[in-house]
């Protein structure tokens, strides 16, 4: 989701929202569960996280009440800057499991071997086309879609049908409207440059972003800066006089203006362009060297539990994996369904995303 993506009473996130790849650690103590069976030993797990990590108070007293163990969430920036974090304490993590490395980056952790396999309980209810590691060193979690988001009043008041497709972006009508996240140090700005490779293939995504930075694309380094500071749509945006009208966001990114607005509107003001998505699934792993494996997998088993599972729409704004979940009224009514998210096999964005990123720095940033 990666991403991976801010939650903020005054900002939109979805998932895995995203900033630079640097960011400071900071913790929190609060739980989350599993059925499984009371901990022993150590009564903490810590789970090592990028900053979306939220869960409902309830939730996370259940768990502790479940297993008897209670979770320390050390949160560590953008998606990236925590998995980088872990790749430089492999073998002696700074936790037991690791939540938030999504499928753009999921190679980075694997071929590094940051965690030991473990198949949680509960996966047979899982999507199975989810499941991208058959060795269950991660476990899926969640899924988002990575979309250009428009401003509903921007559009109406121009007399402009606002793009839908990675096609319209690059037409002179919406010239210097988009601003997008830097695909080298943002997981929505990746899965965004993602998902114009899978549109154009590896020959002709060069092509596509020149003609959007000869239409005026602009990049910032992250999420935050995109969303709050530059779209014209956000709260943030609105208050910081914000210019763009076109932002790389999430499909969930509406139903967030919805739900912190006050007083809440009847519908949201901000749209999502579908035919600009990139599917992006997150993770979760129990860490190599975690000094509290077994709290670890009874975590990984509470994850993709109908508990939290139906918890997290709201709070991390992202879509549960597990068959069953069910998802709140305000998520499904305000976020946008993408039927055809673009997407990219695993092993192609392992051999190639070094190249494609570089590539694109080339092109779009110097």
């Not at 901990?39 to 008897?68: I, M, P």
């Not at 976020?335 to 070094?354: L, W």
Request: aromatic fraction near 8%; charge should be neutral; include cysteine.
């Amino acid at each position: 989701m990666s991403t991976t993506r801010k939650i903020a009473v005054t900002a939109v996130a979805a998932a895995i929202g995203a900033t630079a790849l640097t960011g400071c650690g900071s913790s929190d103590d609060s739980a989350s569960g599993s059925g499984g069976t009371r901990g022993t030993g150590s009564k903490t797990v810590t789970l090592v996280s990028h900053d979306s990590f939220n869960a409902s108070k309830g939730v996370l007293k259940e768990f502790t009440r479940q297993t008897g163990y209670t979770v320390k969430v050390l949160k560590s920036g953008d998606a990236g800057a925590a998995l980088n974090q872990e790749i430089l304490t492999k073998g002696s993590p700074r936790g037991d499991v690791f939540f938030g490395v999504d499928n753009t980056l999921l190679s980075r952790a694997l071929d590094n071997g940051l965690f030991t396999p473990y198949e949680a309980k509960g996966l047979d209810r899982v999507a199975a086309d989810v499941q991208l590691d058959d060795k269950h060193r991660v476990t899926p979690v969640d899924t988002g879609d990575i979309c250009v988001n428009y401003d509903k009043k921007y559009f109406a008041d121009k007399k402009l049908a606002p793009p839908q497709s990675f096609e319209d972006l690059a037409k002179p009508a919406y010239k210097n409207l988009l601003v997008t996240e830097n695909a080298a140090t943002s997981s929505p700005g990746l899965g965004f440059l993602l998902g114009s490779v899978a549109t154009y293939g590896a020959d002709g995504y060069q092509d596509y972003w020149k003609k959007l930075k000869n239409n005026g694309v602009k990049v910032v380094d992250g999420w935050e800066q995109a969303y709050n500071e530059e779209f014209s749509g956000s709260a943030g945006g609105k208050k910081a006089k914000a210019d763009r009208p076109l932002v790389v966001s999430y499909a969930s990114s509406p139903p967030v203006e919805v739900l912190y607005a006050d007083p809440q509107p009847k519908t949201a003001p901000t749209g999502v362009a579908t035919g600009t998505c990139f599917r992006q699934i997150e993770f979760a792993g129990l860490l190599d060297g975690a000094k509290n494996a077994a709290g670890g997998k009874a975590l990984l088993d509470f994850l993709i539990g109908k508990q939290f599972q139906e918890d997290m729409p709201l709070n991390m704004f992202v879509s549960p994996v597990t068959k069953g979940a069910k998802v709140p009224d305000l998520f499904t009514k305000f976020g946008a369904t993408v039927d055809k998210p673009t997407t990219v096999a695993p092993d192609e964005i392992a051999k190639n995303r070094e190249q494609w990123v570089q590539s694109w720095s080339s092109l779009v940033v110097k």
